[in-house]
């Protein structure tokens, strides 16, 4: 019945996704097989993959209806105003008598006749769209383990949605941290691993949605994520971990002074890996389905039609998979790191 369940959901997920390809680019192409209107189409559709993966100053709901979002900028002074004022970038925005353009997702001093000025004073604290949903996940978050929190107070057993994050929260316990970390040594990690895995599970099954949502396909959000962690591992190790980083026991001196160096960029890579593994996964994960998607309006077949249409479909609920696998990957290995950080050694 589960199966059953996830089946229909990634289903009705990938006819989403297609019917926003289409309500973006609405094929007004007639089917004449011209090499120019072949090639307009193709460039429709890799422009429309690079617009999905951007960020942007406004939550485009689909093509034609767009939600402004606050632009804050830092210009000897904050300036504040809604996106809308630079009409998707065709007009300039003037606050306080300064006048700023948007062009390609970033924000340029200009004059009035729009040539662009000396920059280096623009500080942008816009709330764009991939911070405006990083801002309602933490906000479901908060209210959903609250509410998980309070449903205990009644009974042993939660209620509601808590009974759906209940498992998971033993999962991440009893798979995760207790295997990796130790049992005197989890609990004070656990806020923190609970946190970054249902944040990065649900952003990622926010990213399948037909609204061009890809937060953690964005390496400044992947990169913020590991640079946690990695603070967090450095200032809660203890000696045995710097000892084994600066002083290697038992091993010749002439070895430890070339593995010093080695064992410090080994501290920075661990993280770096966890920055490139989520975001080159989850952005792969959506050029490749943006891009069947948009064969299916290339092709001009009816069998290529369905063909694309299939493989779109199986690799939707592919996603799906992996969307929990890569919040789990970089739950496990964060744990890890944690791990190796506290573990007591006992060398000889």
């Given at each position: 019945?589960?199966?059953?369940?996830?089946?229909?959901?990634a289903?009705?997920?990938?006819?989403?996704?297609?019917?926003?390809?289409?309500?973006?680019?609405?094929?007004?192409?007639?089917?004449?097989?011209?090499?120019?209107?072949?090639?307009?189409?193709?460039?429709?559709?890799?422009?429309?993959?690079?617009?999905?993966?951007k960020?942007?100053?406004?939550?485009?709901?689909?093509?034609?209806?767009?939600?402004?979002?606050?632009?804050?900028?830092?210009?000897?002074g904050?300036h504040?105003?809604?996106s809308?004022?630079?009409?998707h970038?065709?007009?300039?925005?003037?606050?306080?008598?300064?006048?700023y353009?948007?062009d390609?997702?970033?924000?340029?001093?200009?004059?009035?006749?729009g040539?662009?000025?000396?920059?280096q004073s623009?500080?942008?604290?816009?709330?764009?769209?991939?911070?405006?949903?990083?801002i309602?996940?933490?906000?479901?978050?908060?209210?959903?383990?609250?509410?998980?929190?309070?449903?205990?107070?009644?009974?042993?057993?939660?209620?509601?949605f808590?009974?759906?994050?209940?498992?998971?929260?033993?999962?991440?316990?009893?798979?995760?941290?207790?295997p990796?970390?130790?049992?005197?040594?989890?609990?004070?990690?656990?806020?923190?691993l609970?946190?970054?895995?249902?944040?990065?599970?649900?952003?990622?099954?926010s990213?399948?949605?037909?609204?061009?949502?890809?937060?953690?396909?964005?390496?400044?959000?992947?990169?913020?994520?590991?640079?946690?962690?990695?603070?967090?591992?450095?200032?809660?190790?203890?000696?045995?971990?710097?000892?084994?980083?600066?002083?290697?026991?038992?091993?010749?001196?002439?070895?430890?002074i070339?593995?010093?160096?080695?064992?410090?960029?080994?501290?920075?890579?661990?993280?770096?890996?966890?920055?490139?593994?989520?975001?080159?996964?989850?952005?792969?994960?959506?050029?490749?389905?943006?891009?069947?998607?948009?064969?299916?309006?290339?092709?001009?077949?009816?069998?290529?039609?369905?063909?694309?249409?299939?493989?779109?479909?199986?690799?939707?609920?592919?996603e799906?998979?992996?969307?929990?696998?890569?919040?789990?990957?970089?739950?496990?290995?964060?744990?890890?790191?944690?791990?190796?950080?506290?573990?007591?050694h006992?060398?000889?």
């Amino acid at each position: 019945m589960m199966k059953a369940k996830l089946n229909i959901i990634a289903t009705l997920l990938v006819l989403f996704s297609t019917t926003a390809f289409a309500l973006e680019h609405p094929d007004d192409h007639s089917h004449d097989h011209g090499e120019g209107q072949t090639m307009d189409l193709k460039t429709e559709i890799k422009q429309t993959i690079k617009h999905h993966l951007k960020d942007a100053h406004y939550f485009e709901l689909y093509h034609g209806l767009a939600m402004p979002l606050p632009v804050i900028i830092w210009d000897n002074g904050i300036h504040l105003f809604m996106s809308s004022s630079f009409d998707h970038g065709h007009t300039l925005a003037n606050s306080k008598g300064n006048y700023y353009n948007l062009d390609h997702g970033k924000i340029y001093k200009t004059d009035s006749e729009g040539h662009v000025l000396d920059n280096q004073s623009i500080i942008d604290f816009s709330i764009t769209k991939n911070v405006l949903v990083i801002i309602l996940m933490c906000a479901f978050l908060l209210i959903s383990f609250s509410k998980l929190a309070r449903s205990y107070k009644k009974g042993p057993i939660p209620t509601g949605f808590g009974r759906i994050l209940e498992p998971l929260v033993l999962f991440v316990r009893d798979d995760i941290a207790i295997p990796n970390i130790g049992e005197k040594h989890y609990k004070k990690y656990m806020s923190y691993l609970l946190t970054v895995f249902f944040f990065i599970w649900f952003l990622n099954l926010s990213g399948m949605m037909p609204l061009g949502i890809n937060v953690t396909g964005s390496i400044v959000v992947t990169f913020s994520l590991a640079l946690i962690t990695y603070f967090i591992t450095q200032f809660t190790a203890n000696k045995n971990y710097w000892g084994h980083i600066f002083w290697m026991p038992g091993v010749p001196v002439p070895m430890k002074i070339i593995l010093l160096p080695i064992e410090l960029l080994g501290t920075i890579i661990k993280p770096f890996s966890l920055m490139i593994r989520l975001y080159a996964n989850i952005t792969a994960g959506h050029v490749v389905l943006m891009s069947l998607i948009g064969l299916i309006y290339a092709a001009q077949h009816w069998l290529a039609n369905g063909a694309f249409f299939g493989l779109t479909l199986f690799l939707g609920v592919i996603e799906l998979l992996v969307a929990f696998l890569q919040a789990y990957i970089f739950t496990m290995l964060t744990a890890l790191y944690f791990g190796s950080a506290v573990e007591e050694h006992d060398d000889h």
